[in-house]
C-alpha cells in the first residue's frame, strides 16, 4: 500500500534523494519463485517452466532468476493462480482454466470447447487483441496478468475401456474429465470426475471410472493407460488447443523494471513456439509405440459429436446471458473461428489433405 | 585473428591485466545492421524484423540496437546472406532459400517442397536438431550462422489467367515462380520465370506471363493481382510453409556477450510466434475482400499435385546423389513427415475436418 503511494506520486529513488547508481535502478537482482501445476515428470510441461526461467536468467546475466516450484512443493496444483493473486509468490505456470469456479471466462486464455486451434487461438490472444482485453476485464480484477508459456496442440479425445458408438453410450459414462467439457458431459447424462493424474490408472484398472481423458501420446503413455483401456478416441473435441499459462502478481510485475518486463514477454513468447515444436516432435513416435502396444484408434462418431457441439452451444449461451464479459469474449471468438476455417480450408488443410492422402501410398 | 587467438588461449581482459569494469564486459554497447530482403510495405515480413530489433533493444535498455534497413538501402534485396557472409553487414532477414543457387540445401530452413507445415517444420529445426545441424554443415562453411524469424504458414497457389484442368495446361505456362519450385514446374513443361514483386502486375497485365505466385491473401492483396489474374489456386504445394531466417555473421555473434547472445535466440524464437500469429489473423479478412473483388478460388486438380508430387521427388533424389548433405537433411525431414502426418491426421486435422463440416452449416 505504502509503495503504491509512491508510485502514483511518481517519486523514484532518485526524487527521494537516494544515491542508487544508475545500474542499480535498471538492472536490480531480483528472484521470483513460480509455482507450477504440473509435475516434474511431464518434461514437456514442466520443462516449458524451466525453458522459460533459464531465457530469463540468461537474459540478465543471473540478475533475474525465477526459481520453480513442483506442484505441492509451496503450494497445491489448483491453488496456484490463487496464491499468485495473493501475492504469495510472484508467479505460477497453470492452466487458467482451473479458474472457472471462480469466473467461467477463465476458460478463455486455456481453450474454446469446439474453438480455434493452436495457431487461431494464438491469433485471437496477440494479434486480435484477446490476451490484452482478458487482463483488462479479468486477470487484473484478481490482481494478476497472463501470457501463453506453452501450448498442447490438438488433444486426444482419452481412453475408453468400451467403445462409443452412439449418443445413448454417453448415458452414465463415468468419464475422468474436468472443467467446462465436464458440464458438457454432464448435460449428455456422463458421470464426470476430476481425478487427479496419479490416480487415473488404479480408478480405470478397477472399472471404478469407463474412461479418462489427459493430454496426447507422449504425455499419455506415462500415465500407462493403454494397459486398462484399450480405446483411444480422438478428436478432443473440448481441447483444440490447450495453452497453459505464464500467471504473474501483477504489483510484483509493475514493480520490475523495463527491461525485465519486456524480458518476461519476450521469454514466455519464445517459450510458447518451442513447447509446441516439443510436442510436434514427440507425439508422433509416442503414437507409434501405443499403437504398437495394442491400443485400438477410434474416432468419435458424428453423431456424438454433433451432440456434444449442439450442448456446447447451449451452454457458452447460458454463460454469455449471465456474464458480459463472458459474452463479449466468447462472441468474439466465435466470429473469428467462422473466418479463420474458411481460410483454413485452402491453406494449411487443403496441404495437409493432399499430404495424407499421398503419404499412405 | 587476433582475435581468435587471444579466445583460444582462454585470456580474459581480467588476466591480461585490463582493468575494465565487470559491467563494460557484460554490457557493452553494441549497435548492429540488419538488412531486409523484404519492402517496408510488406509490414507482415518486414514488421517481423522490427518487433525482433525492438525485443533485443528493449531487453537491453537500448544497449544493444539492431538498425533495420529496408532493400536496396544498403545491401540489394537478393544478396542480403551473402554480404552477412562477408561481415558488410552483421545480419539480415532473408530467405535462405534465396541462397540456393549457392548451395541448394539452403532451401532445408525455409521449405520442404511437399513437405512439413509450419509447426511441423519448427519441430524438425529446433526439437529434432534440424537447425543445429544446418548451421554445423551448411551456414557455418559461409560464415553465418541461422535462425527462423517468422513462418508464413501454408502459402497460396497463385494468380492464374487461364483454369489448369490437366497436367497438360503446364506445358508452356509463364509462371512467374522461382528456387526449387521452378526447377519442378521445368520439368514439367512450364517456363519459370524471376520477377521482382514490383513488375508482377503490369506482367501478368500485359500477358507476359501467364500466371504468378507470391505469399497469401494479405500479401497478395497489396500486389492487386487479383484485378489481372481471376483465378486463386490451392495449395501452394510448394510453400507447406515458409519460414524467413535470421542470419547472422558467425564472428559477429561470437563476439558478443553470453547475455546477448541468449537474447538474440530468445527474440527470434518469439518473433517466429508472434509472426505467424499476425497472418493468421490478417489472412482470413483479406480472403473475404478478394473474394468479394472477383476472386475465383480453384483447387489443383489431383493428377496436377500427383505429376508435381512425382517431379519433386526425382528432384530430391538427384540433388541427394550429387550432395551428401543435402541427402542426409533432405531423409531426416521426408522420415519425418511421414510419422508426423500419421499423428497430425488423428490430431490437429480430425479436429479442423470436423470444424470445417459444422461451422458451413
Chains 1, 2 share one sequence.
Request: include cysteine; aromatic fraction near 12%.
Amino acid at each position: 500500500m505504502k509503495r503504491r503511494m509512491i508510485l502514483t506520486a511518481g517519486a523514484t529513488p532518485a526524487a527521494l534523494g537516494i544515491a542508487a547508481p544508475a545500474i542499480a535502478q535498471t538492472r536490480p537482482k531480483v528472484s521470483w519463485r513460480l509455482t507450477s501445476s504440473f509435475p516434474r515428470n511431464l518434461d514437456t510441461l514442466y520443462g516449458a517452466a524451466n525453458t522459460f526461467s533459464k531465457m530469463v536468467s540468461d537474459a540478465t546475466d543471473g540478475d533475474f532468476t525465477i526459481r520453480v516450484f513442483s506442484p505441492g512443493e509451496i503450494v497445491p496444483a489448483l491453488e496456484a493462480r490463487e496464491a499468485t493473486s495473493k501475492g504469495f509468490v510472484e508467479s505460477c505456470f497453470t492452466a487458467s482454466s482451473y479458474s472457472i469456479g471462480t469466473d467461467p471466462a477463465f476458460m478463455f486464455a486455456t481453450v474454446l470447447l469446439f474453438g480455434l486451434n493452436s495457431r487461431q487461438q494464438m491469433a485471437y490472444l496477440y494479434e486480435l487483441g484477446g490476451n490484452d482485453k482478458l487482463n483488462r476485464l479479468l486477470y487484473q480484477k484478481h490482481d494478476v496478468l497472463c501470457w501463453p508459456l506453452i501450448s498442447t496442440g490438438a488433444q486426444m479425445g482419452g481412453w475408453f475401456r468400451k467403445e462409443i458408438r452412439s449418443v445413448e453410450d454417453l448415458k452414465g459414462l463415468k468419464f475422468r474429465i474436468g472443467g467446462l467439457a465436464g458440464h458438457v458431459f454432464q448435460r449428455l447424462g456422463s458421470v464426470p470426475q476430476q481425478i487427479a493424474a496419479g490416480d487415473i490408472y488404479p480408478s480405470l484398472e478397477r472399472g471404478t471410472i469407463d474412461a479418462a481423458e489427459w493430454i496426447g501420446p507422449y504425455d499419455d503413455e506415462k500415465l500407462g493407460l493403454y494397459k486398462v483401456a484399450p480405446y483411444y478416441y480422438y478428436p478432443g473435441w473440448w481441447e483444440g488447443t490447450g495453452i497453459l499459462s505464464l500467471i504473474v502478481n501483477k504489483q510484483k510485475y509493475e514493480e520490475l523494471p523495463p527491461a525485465y518486463r519486456s524480458i518476461v514477454q519476450t521469454a514466455a513468447a519464445a517459450t510458447t513456439s518451442l513447447g509446441l515444436a516439443r510436442y510436434d516432435a514427440l507425439n508422433p513416435q509416442a503414437l507409434k509405440r501405443l499403437v504398437a502396444a495394442g491400443t485400438q484408434l477410434r474416432p468419435f462418431p458424428q453423431a456424438v459429436l454433433d451432440a456434444c457441439f449442439d450442448e456446447t452451444t447451449k451452454m457458452h449461451e447460458e454463460y454469455s446471458r449471465a456474464d458480459p464479459v463472458y459474452a463479449e469474449i466468447y462472441r468474439e471468438m466465435a466470429t473469428f473461428r467462422q473466418d479463420a476455417y474458411q481460410w483454413l480450408q485452402l491453406s494449411e488443410y487443403a496441404f495437409d489433405s493432399y499430404q495424407i492422402r499421398r503419404l499412405r501410398r
